[in-house]
């Protein structure tokens, strides 16, 4: 175990749906990632919050919406998706927004959606 | 793009073989890490290697860079079937506070 949790693991919904991911992390690190990895790409930075604040939005549709109600929670709230956003959805943290320092993420398990 | 790309895309191997795979990328960077990925997982962080490092070991792993070459390799010795899984290069430049991501080498170890 890598010390981030997330929930569900996996999510069926349909496109009118609403459902939420959570991601937990227990490791005290105070910036946490949301990616996205489709089959056969690479994976796709989403947003980023440091100290609670997000400081990276990558072009990403309004039908998802973040929300970090604190350091250690991370929330991806979903909404009238299309079958192209299935999916596995990654939280990853780090102890700060620093790549260029060398700063390691540690990876949840992820989330396997399917929007039908 | 920095991105990375990681080479072979597919690599099948047998049980107590060497895996190499490599990564190349675009632009000057300031480290570089290597990531594990088992099916259906989240990444798991294998090595970090800085700008000013040629070689790093850790265990069975084995990492090189070339930054004239804009180049890293990653060898796994005497692989086993529990390394089966995806290996990903991430770069990040000396401003980033992202790593860039590569597609990946999907490796398999059969017994």
């Known amino acids: 175990e890598t010390g981030v949790t997330q929930t569900p693991r996996h999510l069926v919904m349909g496109m009118t749906n609403k459902k939420s991911l959570k991601c937990e992390q227990h490791?005290?690190?105070?910036?946490m990632y949301w990616y996205k990895q489709s089959a056969k790409k690479p994976l796709e930075l989403m947003f980023v919050y440091n100290f609670k604040e997000q400081t990276e939005n990558n072009s990403v549709p309004s039908r998802f919406s973040p929300e970090c109600p604190n350091s250690s929670h991370l929330f991806l709230h979903l909404h009238t998706l299309q079958p192209e956003d299935s999916a596995l959805y990654l939280c990853?943290?780090?102890?700060?927004?620093?790549?260029?320092?060398?700063?390691?993420?540690?990876f949840g398990p992820g989330t396997r959606l399917l929007v039908l | 793009s920095q991105q990375g790309e990681e080479d072979p895309q597919a690599l099948s191997i047998q049980e107590g073989e060497n895996a190499t795979m490599n990564c190349s990328y675009k632009?000057?960077?300031?480290?570089l890490q290597w990531y594990r990925q088992n099916s259906g997982r989240g990444l798991v962080h294998l090595i970090l290697i800085r700008s000013n490092e040629r070689e790093k070991h850790s265990g069975r792993l084995r990492v090189t860079l070339d930054t004239s070459k804009k180049s890293s390799s990653l060898l796994i010795t005497a692989s086993r079937a529990a390394d089966t899984a995806s290996y990903f290069c991430?770069?990040?430049?000396?401003?980033?506070?992202?790593?860039?991501f590569g597609p990946g080498t999907r490796l398999s170890v059969l017994p």
């Open positions: 632009t000057s960077i300031n480290n």
């Open positions: 991430a770069t990040a430049d000396n401003y980033g506070q992202n790593f860039v």
């Open positions: 490791l005290g690190h105070n910036a």
């Open positions: 990853a943290s780090s102890q700060g927004h620093r790549a260029a320092i060398g700063e390691t993420q540690y």
